[in-house]
């Protein structure tokens, strides 16, 4: 009897846990609409179509089309960069290192990934930033110094998500391809990786969800300067970095408010797109 009292309490709490997540996220996406919706009405495809970014002039331009090429630019480039190199490491760890090697370098890599993003941010900005002037680059902060951070912040998560994916995969796949002769790295890269890439699909569409939602790492190394950059010295702003140095400002119910609403808005709508992916993907991999 108390045993079917306590699966019922256990059951009712999961339920509420699982109603209460869906029902925040389902606020969220109707706050963000409702607090969007003035821009919209007022501003209309403008904020599509637009690059002119001058919420404070006098009638303000809100077109953020750069700012939503950018946020892409940065996580297309950013994950193009992050995950070659965990692919490597990962490889590295899996198949190479010892059984020490890889336990110390799991940890370190583990550590790397608690530190904060302002801590990153700032070390770059103080160490890196001063070389760009001092060798003609006009700009101290820009998209390159933006991808090197996004690099170090990122490059821990990826390489334990695709290391988790390589090392679920059964040894006897390995061992059957060592047995017709394959070399241990042509194994890992065309069997393991193959029998793992649901997983690495994932890694990569969470790389990628991780760098579009960065705030602090584009705010303080990126430039601020609200146009596509054509060249990797260029400034650039992105959504996350707009929001977050222009909502303390922003008059409250004002366009420009309602703008940056809007701003989140679309940030949700790629945040989600990318886990839905990721949850298809995981699926298909329990297959």
Not at 22 to 27: E, N, P, R, T
Not at 72 to 91: D, E, M, Q, S
């Amino acid at each position: 009897m108390r045993r079917e009292i306590k699966d019922k309490t256990r059951k009712a709490l999961m339920a509420i846990s699982s109603v209460t997540a869906i029902a925040a996220l389902f606020g969220i996406y109707y706050y963000l609409v409702k607090e969007s919706l003035p821009a919209i009405r007022s501003v209309g495809a403008e904020l599509f179509l637009s690059d002119q970014w001058y919420p404070v002039w006098e009638p303000g331009e809100y077109g953020m089309r750069a700012l939503i090429i950018n946020s892409l630019i940065v996580t297309v480039l950013g994950t193009l960069l992050v995950v070659p190199v965990a692919y490597f490491i990962a490889i590295y760890l899996h198949g190479f290192a010892t059984k020490k090697e890889k336990s110390i370098v799991r940890r370190l890599i583990e550590y790397l990934s608690g530190i904060p993003s302002v801590i990153i941010a700032f070390v770059f900005l103080t160490y890196l930033s001063p070389i760009f002037p001092a060798i003609g680059i006009y700009s101290p902060q820009n998209l390159l110094l933006a991808l090197i951070g996004l690099f170090f912040l990122t490059i821990p998560i990826s390489t334990v998500l695709i290391l988790e994916s390589l090392d679920s995969v059964p040894k006897e796949l390995e061992e059957a391809s060592a047995a017709l002769g394959a070399l241990p790295l042509k194994t890992y890269m065309k069997v393991t990786t193959k029998a793992a890439l649901p997983g690495v699909m994932n890694a990569i569409v969470l790389t990628a969800n991780r760098i579009v939602g960065e705030t602090i790492v584009v705010l303080l190394l990126g430039g601020g300067a609200a146009m596509v950059p054509t060249k990797l010295t260029d400034p650039f702003k992105t959504l996350t970095a707009a929001i977050a140095s222009e909502m303390p400002e922003a008059a409250k119910f004002s366009i420009h408010y309602s703008a940056l609403f809007f701003a989140g808005l679309v940030l949700v709508i790629f945040s989600t797109v990318f886990e839905l992916t990721s949850v298809m993907l995981l699926r298909r991999s329990r297959r």
